[in-house]
């Protein structure tokens, strides 16, 4: 139960004064619709006065604090001209307050002539004369007072800064003093101040140290979460599973495992012959070989008389790893089924009898086996392929499917660097495929403009008259006037005028089963192009397909720009990835394609990506640009992401957890972050 001391943080954002259902709409478009919200909306940049005397031409540019005399209103001659003011400050100079539209008659009640008001904006030349547009404030001397320095705040539509920094006043009259989570030699080595300091402090001005200690509280409070989560697992038993090679020993494998493969798999059997159940993490870049290094993970639990789960995200790819599964496993006593939200009737309940009576040994399906109808007889590993589609809630739903806690091994083909590994996954072992196959030859990158489009559409010609197969990614599924995004239907049209139907159309938008289809006629070459939308981003296996064009290339994120890139160079022949930008690029989306164009190494392109997009997208839970933190930066995170590692590791492992004296403020920390599922986790065993 959330501590009463946070309350008042948690009321509805209409107990403030002034907060009625009006207000509160823009509000709630800021996603602030409680009183801790006002609190963490921080102001994204600030406006400096300077406070004069006297009017000089030297403080053009600047925001200026004058005094001054209202001397004259100067009406235009017709209904649309500005509304001109003049004031005199103390020395005889003039200054021209202009007004525009509605807001003239405004202005002249506020500015009589004959009055004395304080006046503050941007000092600007207008010909010879001084002239501030539309003041930012006009108050009575003494009556109210302006900073000299004043947030901006990140508004919406019916808001602006000095409402929201009111706002924030009150929420800030409700800050409790509460007890310090954060470990003391850091506090001290960082001069960070108390957390009701810094809440308040992060509205009233500029400071690096006050932010670094509010952002360092939220990865805190979700490290801590996750070593909770952890520590709760650990207590819970799960089953030792140790296979005993026969299965395994039967697999015949085209090439041999690599040296990053063998090293993988020891690591998950070790792991899974303990009665703690295995949370690993398994990053592999694109066509590094995890599907192998599951396979024996699943083999073994098969040998211990157990069952194997195998997730994938989406349809296509369920259907894929069944299908590759049953090829690898022909001719050994292994039974694999299948369930995805596509399988109704007497095939859902036939896979639902098998799972429950244990005659189904590995089941292969997508969200659908999460539900609470489908039973195991001994679920003993589940394998989640693509693991930033799915996420932590599912994987403690996943926990509770086996009689004990099944061994889990999450499985990415995005490399994820090591900051935000530890944000999204920090409760996991992490385990690296650093090495290649034999057999995958690099991909060639190269970046044209959209100009030589007709140019690229010829030697696409060459290439399928040559028996090999061909993706085209585009990034829309029809035509928006909103974008100049090339669209997958226009695209499939106009191609199909040149090479007929061997062109193929797949997109997101389609149903499971027509996908299917279209994704199994182009994998068994009766279709030789296909375009599509991202849709085959992840995991789609054409060994023939050896040329992706990928349209509107510098719209795309690197990390995705990669993924793509690996639909090809599955096969023998040599593959290319041709990245087709608009005609005018920015400075950024150039440096990206560079990039591109010079590595094939996943790991590296994932740190960049990180920099240019941000943690959200990257993980694929949120919008180009958002973090899945509220608070902290991607920059902040990855310098400060470590430290909150260490720092929870610390309370759990060395300071008693939430039960020592620390761990009470801590608890409260993680209530306030909303991360109080790892409590509830511990609780609950």
Same mark, same amino acid.
């Given at each position: 139960?959330?501590?009463?001391?946070?309350?008042?943080?948690?009321?509805?954002?209409?107990?403030?004064?002034?907060?009625?259902?009006?207000?509160?709409?823009?509000?709630?478009?800021?996603?602030?619709?409680?009183?801790?919200?006002?609190?963490?909306?921080?102001?994204?940049?600030?406006?400096?006065?300077?406070? *004069?005397?006297?009017?000089?031409?030297?403080?053009?540019?600047?925001?200026?604090?004058?005094?001054?005399?209202?001397?004259?209103?100067?009406? =235009?001659?017709?209904?649309?001209?500005?509304?001109?003011?003049?004031?005199?400050?103390?020395?005889?100079? /003039?200054?021209?307050?202009?007004?525009?539209?509605?807001? %003239?008659?405004?202005?002249?009640?506020?500015?009589?002539?004959? !009055?004395?008001?304080?006046?503050?904006?941007?000092?600007?030349?207008?010909?010879?004369?001084?002239?501030?547009?539309?003041?930012?404030?006009?108050?009575?001397?003494?009556?109210?007072?302006?900073?000299?320095?004043?947030?901006?705040?990140?508004?919406?539509?019916?808001?602006?800064?000095?409402?929201?920094?009111?706002?924030?006043?009150?929420?800030?009259?409700?800050?409790?003093?509460?007890?310090?989570?954060?470990?003391?030699?850091?506090?001290?080595?960082?001069?960070?101040?108390?957390?009701?300091?810094?809440?308040?402090?992060?509205?009233?001005?500029?400071?690096?140290?006050?932010?670094?200690?509010?952002?360092?509280? $939220?990865?805190?409070?979700?490290?801590?979460?996750?070593?909770?989560?952890?520590?709760?697992?650990?207590?819970?038993?799960?089953?030792?599973?140790?296979?005993?090679?026969?299965?395994?020993?039967?697999?015949?494998?085209?090439?041999?495992?690599?040296?990053?493969?063998?090293?993988?798999?020891?690591?998950?059997? =070790?792991?899974?012959?303990?009665?703690?159940?295995?949370?690993?993490?398994?990053?592999?870049?694109?066509?590094?070989?995890?599907?192998?290094?599951?396979?024996?993970?699943?083999?073994? !639990?098969?040998?211990?008389?157990?069952?194997?789960?195998?997730?994938?995200?989406?349809?296509?790819?369920?259907?894929?790893?069944?299908?590759?599964?049953?090829?690898?496993?022909?001719?050994?006593?292994?039974? *694999?089924?299948?369930?995805?939200?596509?399988?109704?009737?007497?095939?859902?309940?036939?896979?639902?009898?098998?799972?429950?009576?244990?005659?189904?040994?590995?089941?292969?399906?997508?969200?659908?086996?999460?539900?609470?109808?489908?039973? /195991?007889?001994?679920?003993?590993?589940?394998?989640?392929?693509?693991?930033?589609?799915?996420?932590?809630?599912?994987?403690?739903?996943?926990?509770?499917?086996?009689?004990?806690?099944?061994?889990?091994?999450?499985?990415?083909?995005?490399?994820?660097?090591?900051?935000?590994?530890?944000?999204?996954?920090?409760?996991?072992?992490?385990?690296?495929?650093?090495?290649?196959?034999?057999?995958?030859?690099?991909?060639?990158?190269?970046?044209?403009?959209?100009?030589?489009?007709?140019?690229?559409?010829?030697?696409?010609?060459?290439?399928?008259?040559?028996?090999?197969?061909?993706?085209?990614?585009?990034?829309?599924?029809?035509?928006? $006037?909103?974008?100049?995004?090339?669209?997958?239907?226009?695209?499939?049209?106009?191609?199909?005028?040149?090479?007929?139907?061997? *062109?193929?159309?797949?997109?997101?938008?389609?149903? =499971?089963?027509?996908?299917?289809?279209?994704?199994?006629?182009? !994998?068994?070459?009766?279709?030789?192009?296909?375009?599509?939308?991202?849709?085959?981003?992840?995991?789609?296996?054409?060994?023939?397909?050896?040329?992706?064009?990928?349209?509107?290339?510098?719209?795309?994120?690197?990390?995705?720009?990669?993924?793509?890139?690996?639909?090809?160079?599955?096969?023998?022949?040599?593959?290319?990835?041709?990245?087709?930008?608009?005609?005018?690029?920015?400075?950024?989306?150039?440096?990206?394609?560079?990039?591109?164009?010079?590595?094939?190494?996943?790991?590296?392109?994932?740190?960049?990506?990180?920099?240019?997009?941000?943690?959200?997208?990257?993980?694929?839970?949120?919008?180009?640009?958002?973090?899945?933190?509220?608070?902290?930066?991607? $920059?902040?995170?990855?310098?400060?992401?470590?430290?909150?590692?260490?720092?929870?590791?610390?309370?759990?492992?060395?300071?008693?957890?939430?039960?020592?004296?620390?761990?009470?403020?801590?608890?409260?920390?993680? /209530?306030?972050?909303?991360?109080?599922?790892?409590? %509830?986790?511990?609780?609950?065993?």
């Amino acid at each position: 139960m959330r501590p009463n001391i946070l309350n008042p943080l948690f009321a509805e954002i209409e107990t403030l004064k002034g907060v009625g259902p009006g207000l509160a709409k823009p509000l709630d478009r800021l996603g602030l619709k409680r009183v801790k919200d006002l609190l963490y909306h921080f102001p994204s940049g600030w406006t400096y006065r300077k406070a *004069v005397n006297m009017l000089d031409v030297a403080d053009v540019g600047q925001n200026i604090i004058v005094t001054l005399a209202i001397a004259q209103h100067r009406s =235009g001659g017709s209904a649309r001209s500005p509304l001109r003011i003049l004031g005199v400050d103390g020395e005889g100079n /003039y200054l021209t307050l202009t007004f525009f539209g509605r807001t %003239a008659n405004w202005a002249k009640k506020q500015l009589p002539v004959g !009055a004395t008001r304080v006046i503050s904006g941007k000092l600007e030349r207008y010909g010879d004369e001084l002239q501030i547009v539309h003041p930012d404030h006009i108050a009575e001397p003494g009556h109210a007072s302006v900073g000299l320095v004043e947030p901006v705040y990140p508004l919406s539509e019916g808001l602006t800064s000095n409402r929201l920094h009111a706002l924030a006043g009150q929420a800030l009259e409700r800050v409790p003093e509460l007890e310090e989570w954060i470990e003391p030699s850091l506090l001290a080595e960082h001069r960070w101040p108390a957390w009701s300091t810094a809440v308040a402090q992060v509205h009233g001005k500029d400071e690096e140290a006050v932010r670094d200690r509010l952002a360092y509280d $939220e990865l805190f409070a979700n490290q801590l979460a996750m070593r909770l989560v952890r520590a709760a697992l650990d207590k819970r038993r799960g089953t030792a599973v140790e296979g005993d090679g026969r299965l395994v020993g039967q697999l015949r494998l085209p090439f041999a495992l690599t040296g990053a493969q063998q090293r993988v798999i020891s690591e998950i059997e =070790g792991d899974m012959a303990q009665p703690r159940p295995m949370l690993r993490l398994l990053q592999g870049d694109v066509g590094s070989g995890k599907t192998m290094v599951a396979l024996h993970a699943l083999l073994r !639990a098969v040998e211990a008389g157990k069952q194997g789960a195998f997730l994938a995200p989406t349809e296509i790819l369920a259907r894929q790893h069944y299908a590759n599964l049953q090829a690898s496993l022909a001719g050994l006593p292994v039974n *694999v089924a299948i369930l995805t939200g596509r399988d109704k009737g007497r095939v859902r309940e036939s896979v639902l009898m098998g799972l429950a009576d244990g005659s189904i040994d590995i089941l292969v399906g997508t969200h659908a086996i999460f539900q609470e109808a489908v039973t /195991y007889r001994s679920l003993a590993l589940a394998i989640i392929d693509e693991q930033h589609r799915f996420g932590v809630s599912q994987r403690l739903m996943l926990s509770r499917k086996g009689q004990g806690v099944p061994h889990l091994l999450v499985m990415t083909a995005t490399p994820i660097p090591r900051s935000l590994a530890l944000a999204a996954y920090g409760e996991m072992d992490t385990s690296r495929l650093d090495e290649m196959p034999p057999g995958r030859t690099p991909v060639e990158t190269r970046v044209i403009s959209e100009e030589r489009l007709p140019e690229l559409v010829d030697g696409l010609a060459r290439h399928l008259s040559s028996g090999q197969q061909a993706f085209w990614v585009c990034p829309l599924v029809e035509e928006s $006037e909103r974008s100049e995004l090339a669209a997958a239907e226009q695209r499939a049209a106009m191609l199909r005028q040149r090479f007929g139907d061997v *062109v193929a159309l797949v997109h997101g938008r389609m149903k =499971g089963p027509e996908k299917d289809a279209v994704m199994e006629a182009f !994998a068994a070459g009766k279709t030789r192009l296909l375009v599509a939308t991202t849709v085959i981003e992840v995991g789609v296996d054409v060994p023939n397909a050896s040329l992706i064009v990928v349209e509107s290339a510098d719209r795309f994120g690197l990390a995705q720009l990669h993924q793509l890139r690996g639909r090809v160079g599955r096969g023998a022949a040599k593959s290319t990835c041709i990245l087709v930008r608009a005609a005018q690029v920015s400075e950024t989306a150039r440096a990206r394609l560079a990039l591109m164009r010079e590595t094939n190494d996943g790991f590296r392109i994932a740190e960049e990506d990180l920099k240019l997009r941000g943690a959200g997208e990257m993980l694929g839970t949120r919008q180009s640009g958002d973090s899945p933190f509220r608070v902290a930066t991607d $920059e902040q995170v990855r310098r400060w992401i470590g430290a909150a590692s260490d720092d929870a590791r610390l309370l759990v492992d060395r300071d008693g957890g939430l039960d020592g004296p620390r761990g009470q403020a801590a608890r409260t920390a993680l /209530y306030l972050f909303e991360r109080d599922a790892g409590v %509830a986790t511990l609780r609950g065993g």
